[in-house]
């Protein structure tokens, strides 16, 4: 019997501006499929932060894209961060079978008008490069070109917005910690997360266990100051460690495998672009992923609303919630394992693709 080897399908992955950890995402759970081949055309700043395992990468830019998807009979196109070069991305949505990953649904929807505001609102200079070269007015235009719209978060897929699975949990020797590790991964900012709460619970311990906790992210201005002043006042049990410059991706993931729990402190309510994005109903946050790739529980505020087991909402004895989780098993396995993930991500690319 004569079996007839069907041709990988061939995509496209484009990141030149913002998200390179879920190109990265991408690209570790597409690695050894036997169904789909894909090209990766990252920015020079995004191909710097990418752990490259042999996968086809190519050096390209807004003035470059077009020329590069030319040369190649694509099948599938995802851009995956649509947060400027609109003019191009307009382009390439309006020619190719191309599907745009989301994070910013209500940015995705912004209106001329709004833009327009948006401009004298921050980062003026920028805005103005923004509407000058990058055709900020047409903002919306590549959203509405996508023949697919795509959503990291479950959650968040509905009506036209689908989910595409990318996060497995990763293969690594579980440490035993003598003291709690809490590992709180982010970028040290008020801005998104509501760090005040942090330094304000790790103050007012009342605990003769050991706990460390990690700011897993660059800390800088007020917030450096204020963790500086907290880690002279701590008692001996207790100890804060944060980061004065970019954490390292060896570094990050490092301590993400030490953690014992994750503490996710984000703010209900943020802003992209001047427009409001509320986390878990407009926007993900990416301790999502981080929860599943490391397999770690992940306490979150109250009041965000998920349906996965392994998000806990916050007690106010938050210690004793620590020590409970710490000594909890959850079966990451059975749902991220990477083939379960892998099988689920090529099923969704084959349905983009024949549409």
């Not at 963790?227 to 701590?234: D, G, K, P, V």
């Not at 505020?301 to 919630?321: C, G």
Request: with cysteine; glycine share 4%; net charge neutral.
């Amino acid at each position: 019997m004569i079996r007839i080897i069907q041709p990988l399908k061939k995509i496209a992955y484009i990141e030149i501006d913002t998200h390179a950890e879920i190109a990265q995402s991408f690209m570790d759970i597409m690695e050894g499929s036997q169904s789909f081949s894909v090209n990766y055309y990252f920015s020079k700043k995004i191909k710097d932060q990418i752990v490259d395992n042999g996968e086809t990468i190519f050096l390209s830019d807004s003035s470059m894209i077009l020329d590069q998807l030319k040369t190649n009979n694509y099948d599938l196109i995802i851009i995956g961060t649509v947060h400027r070069y609109f003019n191009v991305f307009q382009m390439i949505t309006e020619k190719y079978n191309a599907s745009v990953i989301v994070h910013n649904i209500n940015f995705m929807n912004t209106s001329k008008v709004d833009l327009i505001k948006s401009i004298f609102k921050s980062d003026i200079i920028f805005r103005l490069k923004l509407w000058w070269k990058e055709s900020l007015f047409c903002a919306s235009k590549p959203y509405q070109n996508a023949k697919n719209l795509l959503v990291l978060d479950e959650d968040l897929s509905l009506g036209k917005l689908k989910f595409l699975p990318i996060f497995y949990i990763k293969d690594y020797k579980k440490s035993s910690n003598l003291d709690s590790i809490i590992v709180i991964p982010g970028g040290v900012s008020q801005k998104r997360r509501d760090y005040n709460h942090v330094f304000n619970i790790i103050k007012n311990l009342k605990t003769e266990e050991k706990f460390t906790f990690i700011f897993l992210g660059k800390a800088k201005d007020q917030e450096l100051e204020l963790l500086e002043n907290l880690s002279s006042i701590l008692p001996s049990n207790i100890s804060v460690q944060y980061f004065s410059e970019r954490v390292s991706t060896n570094e990050f993931e490092s301590w993400m495998q030490k953690a014992d729990i994750l503490w996710c402190p984000i703010q209900q309510e943020t802003e992209f672009f001047s427009q409001k994005e509320i986390y878990g109903k407009t926007k993900m946050t990416g301790n999502l992923g981080d929860a599943i790739k490391f397999g770690k529980f992940a306490v979150f505020p109250e009041n965000y609303l998920s349906k996965l087991d392994f998000i806990i909402p916050e007690r106010e004895n938050i210690i004793e919630q620590f020590n409970e989780l710490k000594n909890t098993q959850f079966d990451f396995q059975k749902n991220y394992n990477k083939k379960l993930v892998q099988e689920k991500l090529e099923k969704v690319l084959s349905g983009l693709i024949s549409i």
